[in-house]
């Protein structure tokens, strides 16, 4: 009745706000821009995400107020084009945007596209004028190396001169004039310079003899790629639609409701749908657009990025060049224009620039390729203990399920069938426990999850599932099997998220194995689906519009059999290591209007008994042996460092003080390197069988490798002799 009853009002409302705003506009602007049908999108939205959306959230004032940060943010996130005067003029839109929508009014995005148009074009003669002279200029002996014996400059920019720049977006203000916003590209742009020079110097080591350059002309080869460059910067920008601005606006609204809720225009329903499918060529990289910025979500395990070891989730993706082309910049650019640079066909290089969560940089060579498949399954091997024990682990890089091979008629390969498999493998081995490793594993089928953790427990509830509605429904394991019943040790970090926080979860609820990782996974702990919007248009009269898009809303909320969600705090784990990600601000918690934990009713469940885990003395032995651990100390003091670069945003933007963090940049991954071979393929002084992108590689080999010299999976061996010995 609720959902008749809402349609009905729903049916009622659109007639009224269509033909109250039918007699205003009709019209079809040149570009082919259709007020009427954004109209109709944002009406749709306004009433279906209260309706759907698992947090019960209302169109109201403070949604509206959140929606309008969300969409300042996208607008200008870097602060290099807007004024404060221009913001406060935009600002007087919040407030309204909830009434407008629901309306048929949406008004803010025509202010803010033609606010940032004509910034856009001040600040491209700004450029262009300080780009225009780049004539290298000496004031004394030493300058180039911008020691204190003389000033250096090209144009402009002088190189030497001690000046700081703050990187960190959120921690600068609006500029307040024109003056100010002029000095700020100045300082982007003399950055920008003395990094292509850097790059170019790295080039001359390499280049022949009758080739190699003198300081002047790399000097001027450097600004003028950096003009090139900023040239292809600003006609992206001047291609801008108004559609698109309408279409980010309408992401913004969504947003605001949970950082999963998205409005997917028509013509990123292609990229969407591809990703959904899996895409298995290219570089295998996930990616999200946040606040004028590519950034990496996942890698898929097998794919070309994977491989080559360098790119990770939560780098911000720079630029991208083509083999033997110029780099070009994909800040502030459409995800799906962004992409469009980054695929290409198979065995061509691409050369992606990325930031580091620590403020570092790095460019990164890699081959595009088919994912190899066997990388993408389960598999496993045995550890061999200093105590000769037989240690089994298995590697889970995602729950899969092949579902069309299922309805099909045929038993669809899957997650839960393979880890059974590789069980019994290490069964027929004898070993004496097994490490089950969840790191990285972004999630996938649900029902995997559940039958997963049912190889290790008798029978029981594994999950709960709420919808928005507030109905609940529990998914148990109903074998009452249990394959193995040694001790069980379980790998997760930052990045193991939804499916596998499952698993995680309700082994320790059941206290059946002991979880050991970073401070905390992931916390996404949600559901979403997709509504096609021209599947939800009350009357044929309004089928004319062009595709709606589709609207992706969260609808489920995850709780553990405590009654605790694994949404925002993720999974704890019983002892907890440094890892090389603990400065990333990296999961649900740092996302914007994340929905927050809570809690329901616990269900009946009956805790393991067939391993004794005493969580205090394993967890006290195995922090001692950290503490002695070279690799694990050496993890630990880099970890403090990147946390302390990460938080010092502001940058000396002198070429002396630049060219030290870039060499203490590189130190730093070979003295980690050197005691993790996993890291030590990062610091392109690769080991001779995983050189970048080397098709002879033996991938096996080299896993096996990875495994056996991985500090983790060292550790979580001895915390199963531990429990063997207590």
């Given amino acids: ?155 402009v920019f002088h190189v030497t001169r001690k000046e700081n720049y703050e990187t960190d977006p959120e921690k600068l203000s609006y500029a307040k004039n024109l003056s100010e916003l002029e000095d700020r590209w100045r300082k982007v742009l003399k950055t920008e310079i003395i990094s292509r020079f850097f790059d170019l110097e790295v080039d001359q080591k390499e280049a022949q003899e009758g080739k190699k350059k003198n300081e002047d002309e790399l000097w001027q080869e450097a600004i003028d790629k950096v003009a090139k460059r900023n040239k292809n910067f600003f006609h992206r920008l001047h291609q801008e639609t108004l559609q698109d601005h309408y279409d980010r606006f309408f992401n913004a609204v969504t947003r605001s409701f949970g950082p999963h809720t998205n409005y997917i225009p028509p013509a990123s329903k292609e990229d969407f749908d591809i990703n959904m499918r899996g895409s298995l060529e290219g570089i295998g990289a996930l990616l999200r657009e946040e ?106 890089p995602g729950f899969y399920r092949d579902f069309e091979g299922t309805r099909n008629g045929a038993h669809g390969r899957n997650s839960t069938d393979d880890t059974r498999q590789e069980i019994i493998k290490l069964k027929n081995k004898n070993v004496d426990g097994i490490i089950l490793d969840l790191r990285n594993n972004g999630g996938g089928a649900l029902v995997d999850a559940v039958d997963v953790t049912g190889l290790f427990i008798e029978s029981g509830p594994v999950v709960q599932v709420k919808n928005s509605f507030g109905d609940k429904r529990i998914l148990s394991d109903k074998d009452e099997t249990i394959l193995f019943d040694g001790p069980l040790v379980v790998l997760v970090n930052q990045f193991s ?141 880099e970890t403090e460092k990147a946390k302390k670069r990460s938080d010092e945003t502001g940058i000396s933007i002198n070429i002396d003080d630049m060219r030290e963090k870039r060499e203490e940049a590189r130190l730093v991954r070979e003295k980690v390197g050197a005691h993790y071979r996993k890291y030590r393929k990062e610091t392109g002084e690769n080991l001779d069988e995983n050189k970048w992108g080397d098709k002879e590689t033996d991938t096996a080999e080299a896993w096996l490798k990875d495994v056996n010299e991985d500090p983790y999976i060292g550790e979580a061996v001895n915390i199963i002799e531990d429990i063997k010995s207590l």
């Fill in 497 to 637: 998220a939804s499916a596998s926080e499952i698993v995680a979860a309700a082994l320790q609820d059941y206290g059946r194995a002991v979880i050991v990782g970073g401070v905390h996974t992931h916390g996404k702990g949600t559901v979403q689906t997709i509504i096609d919007l021209n599947d939800h248009i009350p009357l044929l009269h309004f089928k004319k519009y062009d595709d709606l898009g589709a609207l992706k809303i969260m609808i489920q909320k995850f709780y553990r059999v405590n009654g605790g969600s694994t949404q925002y705090k993720g999974v704890e784990p019983d002892i907890v290591f440094p890892t090389l990600f603990d400065h990333l601000k990296s999961g649900e918690r740092y996302l914007d209007y994340s929905l927050p934990w809570d809690r329901i009713e616990a269900v009946e469940y009956s805790p393991y008994s067939g391993v004794d885990l005493d969580l205090d003395k394993l967890r006290s032995r195995s922090l001692a042996r950290a503490e002695k651990n070279e690799g694990l100390k050496i993890i630990r003091e």
């Fill in 291 to 396: 606040d004028g910025f590519i950034k990496v979500v996942r890698i898929i395990p097998g794919s070309a990025s994977a491989r080559q070891g360098h790119l990770k989730a939560e780098d911000i993706i720079l630029e991208v060049a083509q083999e033997g082309e110029e780099p070009v910049d994909i800040t502030d650019m459409r995800l799906r224009d962004a992409v469009r640079l980054i695929r290409g066909p198979k065995g061509e290089e691409v050369r992606l620039t990325v930031r580091k969560a620590d403020g570092t940089k790095e460019a990164i060579p890699i081959i595009r390729d088919v994912v190899q498949i066997e990388e993408t399954f389960v598999k496993s091997t045995v550890i061999e203990s200093e105590d000769g024990r037989k240690i089994g682990y298995i590697f889970i």
């Fill in 1 to 155: 009745m609720k959902i008749i009853r809402n349609y009905l009002v729903f049916l009622f409302s659109f007639l009224v706000v269509i033909f109250s705003v039918t007699e205003i506009v009709a019209e079809t602007q040149p570009d082919g821009f259709d007020r009427q049908r954004n109209k109709i999108i944002g009406y749709m939205l306004s009433k279906q995400l209260p309706t759907l959306h698992f947090s019960e959230k209302v169109m109201d004032d403070e949604q509206a107020r959140a929606a309008f940060k969300l969409y300042i943010k996208q607008l200008d996130f870097q602060k290099r084009f807007l004024l404060q005067v221009d913001v406060d003029q935009l600002e007087a839109f919040a407030d309204h945007i909830d009434d407008n929508i629901k309306a048929g009014r949406v008004s803010l995005p025509d202010a803010g596209y033609d606010i940032l148009s004509e910034k856009i074009m001040l600040v491209e003669k700004m450029v262009s004028v300080m780009l225009a002279d780049g004539k290298v200029e000496r004031g004394g002996k030493g300058a180039l190396q911008g020691s204190s014996g003389g000033d250096f400059s090209v144009g």
